[in-house]
Structure formats: structure tokens, C-alpha cells
């Protein structure tokens, strides 16, 4: 069935789907921008959700099930808002024999959540990485996208109580 | 760009250095970032203000230094006096040695082996030059060779250069490059593309991270001689989006090529037009493999496809596509500069020139390198690398990543090149090398990327998405000392199924972590198994196993 090339609009007033516009629109409405376009939705929204992903497919001319199937299918889309701050544990190679393991079991202890979820409060998110290529100085963590190196537990348990209580 | 007006840039930059006596470079790649490196150079700054030295000595970021474990780094030019360690209050003291003794507490010998022992061709540049600018590049004799080939060589001659030099993919797999471009250059189609893959997935590996972040022209440079080669007007650079600093620098670069005229249309006054483009990856394993890499530049699911038809024949939007690595792509502008023959004068008989590892783990200096084809891992480890550190013994080196497997100490006398790794059960790879002392257990490295493959199997083909849930299952059950000889046996069937039947490279090379521990730690695992016991004493074992 051919869909309609009307104009498609946007999911809310809000200005920042004008850079999303503005990225599909640099591609043509090419049906192969639709990661480009994922990607200019989560840095503008922080996490992709269904009225983004129903907006992306339409103006891109792809089914919904193929929108979804990329935004899960890779791991730097999120489906779901992030916490105020995030917390990320490397967990490549060189960080793992250096500790990242007891990192990740005080990131779970200090906050009561598993990797990929968010304290209740919405204040934190943790998260794993699977390299973040700051291998020279591991055992590595990224509190808010800064690298913090040779990172220890009793360090990690510091930096997340700042977050926690402030 | 013209060849005059290269060389005219290149003289006023080099008289532009000359107008200065002194200069100071500070590392500005991710490694030294992540250490404070911003603020030292703005400390740098003002104390060179404050000393009323504006002007005379400028405080320049470049990039890697190499030595990332004692960063964050700089350089005092033209002494080539290094500091380690640097903290902004030692700003002052720096700038004032600049016309005396230099301050000894901060020095780093340049000495040491593991600055003796490089040799520098894909990272002639890093840490010299300033990234974001294309002038300095120039002036480091960048763009001569794109030159050359527009002007003086034909395609032929351009693809024979680099067949001449014996180079290598630099990706993992080792496939002759000359003879991947050549395939490419005679299929008859009017699109082609050139893909540089910069999808760095191997966890404990950053050297394409740290050439995109220290001189990323010069793998733009690599790309337009090889679209020039094979025939294609359009290239792209699929990088991973965990890559912040390099994707803002390589569209930094890209600006700055497309404003001089080596990247666009008519590059120097020729006929020939190359574009490039960034597509990013968003973190998944599997894209690194090339069919997978095509599917996902196309917008989709990053899902390999059966080969052939390769990619030469049939790649991105179904036209005949050239994909190398960042690192081989790196390599082309020193081939085609100095000749194939300079290039294949290194290395051994059939892994020629140089690699760059990146060094990490149990290991004194951790860091970048770049040596020679054919070093052996002694050498590497133990010279280059320092040793390990805190008087432990050394125990095995991992090497492939997730597709590699583990040296262990009976093979440190070998040398290092494509053929050598394989025999002794892994793989060149891209280059990661973690370094692992007695405090880690080989049933838990297996266990760990076990794991990783398992995730990262994109789920297309069952071989891979069952048969890697179910050696990870294994690997737990002997790691926690529930499993019995049996499952042994299980896991090195499963190990012989997974890696005949996969669907891709992914799949193909899982077990190869499994298959290389069983090979030269067996008792490890027997000891888990028999015996319920971690002898590295990482892995809890359940008690009640005992029972």
C-alpha cells in the first residue's frame, strides 16, 4: 500500500525535532539515514521513544517493526529516559582483569539497581560499556561521560554518594 | 590543492617554526584528556603569559604520545625533553626550565626502550603535529602522495606500489591489501565505494581511536589515493559512536580537506572528484565484520550476509566496495611516498612492515606502540612494554580480542607476525594486547568472552546465537566447580561445532578464547572441575558443588 508523502509532522511543538528534521533532510528522506536520524534523536531527546520511532519511520518511508528492530537491535539506543546522572562501568578487556567486576558489584550495591536500570528517584543510571578505549588507564568508569581512571571501589562508592545524596 | 600550493604551505609553516625558538606540546588524545591534560595545557598557557613569553613559545595540543600510563604528557620542542605526570601547578616550573636545567622530578627518559624500540610510519605524525589542523599535516609532508598519484601515477601504478609492499589488512584477517584493491579497481561498474572500517569493537583495543584522534588527515589521505585506485568517487568512514573525540575531529578534518581542495571535486586540478562522509556506528560488535558493516551503513540491522559475493564484487548498495581498516588506510600515504620496496625492507617474509599494538593489562608501561613486523613478544612485553608489574609472574598474552586466544609463556620467543599467532592458536587481530599476570584465571578470561560473543551474536544464524549461550552456560558451570567431565567434553564438541557452522567471523572465531586456554591451561580447568578449585582464586566456587 504507498503511503501518503504528505508532510509528516512531528510528535510536539518542540524545537529540537527541527534538528531532527533538519538530519533527515540532509539525507534526502533516504530510507539509509535511519540510524543517522536515530542518532540525531537520542542526542537531541536523550533516549528514543515510540512517538520519536512512529515520526523517524513515517517521514523515512520504513515500516514501524524495521525502526524498532534497529533501535534495539543496537546497544546505544535506549528506549528509556536516563537518570539525572549516569554511571557507566567499562567492562572491556584490559578494565576487567584490573577490577571492573568489583566495580560494577559496588555500582550495584551503592544504588540498588543492575546495569540498565534507573533508581527510582530518576537520579542516577547505570550502565555497562563494552570498551570504551581508555584501556591504558584502566580499571575505567564514566560518571556523566568523563573518564575516570584507576578507579577504585571505595572511589566509585565516594563519586555516587555525591549523587545520591545531593 | 595544487603542488605549488602545497609546497607554499609548507614553507610557511616551516618558517613559521622557525620564528619560534621554543614550543611546548601537550598529548590531546583521549588518554591524556581523561588525565587532566586540559587543564595542564591552560596552565601551560597562562605560565607562558605570565613569563611574558607570548609569542615565543606556543603551547601546542598534539597526539598520542604513546606512553599513555604516565599521562598526562609533554614535550618541550626543540629539546624533546618529556614530562610524565604533569599536574598544573607544575606549569610554572616547566616554562621557566625552558631556558635552564630541565626539571628532573617530571622528566621521562626518551630513553627508554620504549621509545628506542618503535618505529614510527602510522604514527610518524601522532604526537608531533596538531590534529585539528591540516596545515600542520602538510607541513609533515601530508598530501605529498595523494599528490603524486593524481599527478605523476596511473591507477595501475598506485595499486602495484602497493602490492609491491607486501601490506597486509591491518583489520585482523590479514588479507593481502594490493590484492583486495586491484580486485576492486577491475570490477566493471560506474559507482564504486571505499569504506574505511573504524567500527573498533575489540574490547582492550584503541589503536585506531588514538590514529583517528592524532592524525586523522592522513587516513583521509589513504582513502582518496585508494578511491582514486580502485574508481570510486565516494567514500566513507563508519566509526563508533563511543568515539566522541575522533568523530569531532575527523569532521574537523574533513572541513579543513574539503576547504584546501584535497578532498571535493577536481582534486589538484585533475579530474578526479572524492567525497567522504562519517556514518556512525551505534555499538555493535558485530559491525565489524564487513557485510555487517555494509547493512548498517544502509540504515539497518547490522547483520552479516554469506559471501561471496564479497563485498569487491557486491558491497554497499550492491556496487563494488573497497573496505580496509583505519590502520591500513594509514599505511598508504608512507607506501606511496618512499615506494612499496621501502615498506616490505620491514617486518619478515610474509608480514611486512610495521603494527601498532595497543598495549595494556598487567604490564609497567601501558600505551601505544608501534614496532616492526616479526618482534618477538619478549621483546614486546618485557622490553618495549616494561614488564609486569609488582614482581607477579607473567602468565599469558591475549591477543585478536574475542576471535583471539592466549599466549602463554613457552611461546614469548616467537616472533610476532600473522603466520606465527595462528600457529600458536590466535589470531594478529586488530592489535589489542592485554597482558595477564598469575592473579587471573584462564577459565574466567574464557568465561568472559564467552560472554561477549554471546551478546554481541547478532542472532541471524543458530550455530552462533545457541551454540554461544550454551558454551557460556558451560564455561559458568565449570567456573562456580558444578561441571563434570563431561561437560568438558560437550564444550570442545560445541567449540568444533560453533566454529564450522557460523555464519560469519563472529561466530566462526568464538571458541577460539575456549579452544587456546583448553590448549595451554587444561589444568586450570581441570582443577575447577576435579578438584573444585580456582587456582587463581578468582572464581567463587559454590560450596554446596562439594557436597
Given at each position: 500500500m504507498p503511503i501518503a508523502l504528505g508532510k509528516v509532522s512531528p510528535p510536539s511543538e518542540d524545537k529540537r525535532w527541527k534538528i531532527v528534521g533538519a538530519t533527515m533532510r540532509r539525507h534526502g528522506f533516504s530510507r539509509n539515514a535511519l540510524i543517522e536520524t536515530l542518532h540525531t534523536v537520542q542526542q537531541s531527546f536523550g533516549f528514543l521513544d515510540r512517538p520519536s520511532l512512529e515520526y523517524v519511520a513515517q517521514s523515512l518511508r520504513v515500516p514501524l517493526s524495521k525502526a524498532f528492530g534497529v533501535a534495539t537491535f543496537y546497544h546505544y539506543f535506549s528506549l528509556k529516559p536516563p537518570g539525572?546522572?549516569?554511571?557507566?562501568?567499562?567492562?572491556?578487556?584490559?578494565?576487567?582483569?584490573?577490577?571492573?567486576?568489583?566495580?560494577?558489584?559496588?555500582?550495584?550495591?551503592?544504588?540498588?539497581?543492575?546495569?540498565?536500570?534507573?533508581?527510582?528517584?530518576?537520579?542516577?543510571?547505570?550502565?555497562?560499556?563494552?570498551?570504551?578505549?581508555?584501556?591504558?588507564?584502566?580499571?575505567?568508569?564514566?560518571?556523566?561521560?568523563?573518564?575516570?581512571?584507576r578507579l577504585s571501589a571505595k572511589d566509585m562508592q565516594g563519586r555516587l554518594q555525591k549523587w545520591v545524596s545531593a | 590543492m595544487t603542488p605549488e600550493q602545497l609546497n607554499q604551505i609548507a614553507t610557511e609553516e616551516a618558517a613559521a617554526r622557525q620564528s619560534v625558538p621554543q614550543r611546548l606540546l601537550v598529548c590531546m588524545a583521549a588518554g591524556c584528556i581523561s588525565s587532566n591534560g586540559e587543564a595542564v595545557k591552560k596552565s601551560l598557557e597562562s605560565a607562558v603569559k605570565a613569563a611574558g613569553m607570548n609569542g615565543t613559545c606556543p603551547v601546542t595540543g598534539v597526539g598520542c604520545m604513546g606512553l599513555c600510563s604516565r599521562g598526562p604528557l609533554v614535550s618541550a620542542e626543540p629539546s624533546g625533553i618529556l614530562y610524565q605526570d604533569v599536574a598544573p601547578t607544575d606549569a610554572g616550573e616547566i616554562v621557566q626550565s625552558l631556558s635552564g636545567e630541565p626539571v628532573a622530578r617530571l622528566q621521562c627518559s626518551r630513553d627508554l626502550p620504549f621509545f628506542k624500540r618503535q618505529v614510527g610510519v602510522v604514527l610518524e605524525n601522532s604526537g608531533r603535529i596538531n590534529p585539528e589542523r591540516l596545515e600542520d599535516y602538510v607541513a609533515a609532508k601530508g598530501y605529498e602522495a595523494l599528490v603524486q598519484a593524481l599527478t605523476e601515477m596511473s591507477r595501475a601504478e598506485v595499486i602495484e606500489q602497493v602490492s609491491r609492499s607486501g601490506l597486509r589488512g591491518r583489520g585482523g584477517a590479514g588479507y593481502p591489501t594490493g590484492l583486495k584493491w586491484s580486485t576492486v579497481s577491475k570490477a566493471q561498474s560506474t559507482t564504486k565505494y571505499v569504506v574505511c572500517n573504524a567500527d573498533e569493537g575489540d574490547p582492550g583495543a584503541f589503536m585506531d581511536r588514538s590514529v583517528l584522534e592524532s592524525d586523522p588527515q592522513r587516513v583521509l589521505e589513504g582513502m582518496i589515493i585508494a578511491g582514486?585506485?580502485?574508481?570510486?568517487?565516494?567514500?566513507?568512514?563508519?566509526?563508533?559512536?563511543?568515539?566522541?573525540?575522533?568523530?569531532?575531529?575527523?569532521?574537523?578534518?574533513?572541513?579543513?580537506?574539503?576547504?584546501?581542495?584535497?578532498?571535493?571535486?577536481?582534486?589538484?586540478?585533475?579530474?578526479?572528484?572524492?567525497?567522504?562522509?562519517?556514518?556512525?556506528?551505534?555499538?555493535?560488535?558485530?559491525?565489524?565484520?564487513?557485510?555487517?558493516?555494509?547493512?548498517s551503513i544502509e540504515g539497518g540491522r547490522g547483520t552479516p550476509r554469506p559471501r561471496p559475493p564479497y563485498p569487491a564484487q557486491a558491497g554497499l548498495y550492491g556496487a563494488p566496495t573497497l573496505i580496509n581498516n583505519v590502520e591500513t588506510f594509514a599505511n598508504i600515504p608512507a607506501i606511496i611516498r618512499n615506494g612499496g620496496d621501502w615498506y616490505a625492507a620491514m617486518g619478515t617474509s610474509r608480514s611486512k612492515g610495521t603494527k601498532v599494538f595497543a598495549l595494556t593489562g598487567k604490564i609497567n608501561c601501558t600505551g601505544l606502540i608501534e614496532v616492526p613486523m616479526g618482534m618477538s613478544l619478549r621483546e614486546i612485553i618485557f622490553e618495549v612494554g616494561g614488564g609486569v608489574p609488582e614482581g607477579r609472574k607473567f602468565k599469558a598474552v591475549q591477543t585478536g580480542g574475542p576471535s583471539g586466544g592466549c599466549i602463554p609463556e613457552q611461546f614469548l620467543d616467537m616472533p610476532v607476525d600473522y603466520d606465527s599467532l595462528a600457529q600458536a592458536g590466535s589470531i594478529m587481530g586488530s592489535g589489542g594486547m592485554i597482558v595477564m599476570d598469575d592473579s587471573s584465571c584462564m577459565v574466567d578470561v574464557a568465561k568472559y568472552f564467552m560472554e561477549f560473543c554471546m551478546s554481541e551474536s547478532c542472532g541471524k544464524c543458530i550455530p552462533c546465537r545457541a551454540g554461544t549461550a550454551q558454551m557460556y552456560d558451560l564455561l559458568a558451570k565449570i567456573s562456580e566447580g558444578r561441571a563434570s567431565l563431561n561437560d568438558l567434553a560437550m564444550l570442545e564438541d560445541l567449540c568444533d561445532m560453533v566454529k564450522n557452522t557460523s555464519l560469519c567471523g563472529l561466530g566462526q572465531s568464538a571458541p577460539n578464547p575456549v579452544v587456546s586456554t583448553l590448549r595451554y591451561f587444561r589444568d586450570e580447568y581441570l582443577a575447577h572441575i576435579q578438584e573444585k578449585k580456582c587456582p587463581a582464586g578468582v572464581c567463587a566456587i559454590k560450596q554446596e558443588a562439594n557436597a
Open positions: 539525572e546522572h549516569t554511571c557507566v562501568v567499562c567492562l572491556g578487556t584490559a578494565c576487567y582483569i584490573k577490577g571492573a567486576p568489583q566495580l560494577l558489584g559496588e555500582l550495584e550495591q551503592s544504588l540498588g539497581i543492575t546495569p540498565g536500570e534507573t533508581t527510582p528517584d530518576g537520579r542516577v543510571s547505570a550502565l555497562t560499556a563494552r570498551c570504551v578505549g581508555s584501556c591504558s588507564l584502566a580499571p575505567v568508569a564514566l560518571f556523566d561521560g568523563e573518564v575516570a581512571a | 582514486y585506485a580502485v574508481g570510486a568517487s565516494r567514500g566513507y568512514i563508519y566509526v563508533r559512536a563511543e568515539y566522541p573525540l575522533a568523530i569531532t575531529r575527523l569532521n574537523t578534518a574533513i572541513r579543513q580537506a574539503k576547504h584546501h581542495g584535497v578532498l571535493g571535486t577536481q582534486i589538484a586540478n585533475t579530474e578526479f572528484d572524492f567525497d567522504i562522509d562519517l556514518r556512525l556506528g551505534a555499538g555493535a560488535f558485530v559491525c565489524g565484520e564487513e557485510t555487517a558493516l555494509i547493512a
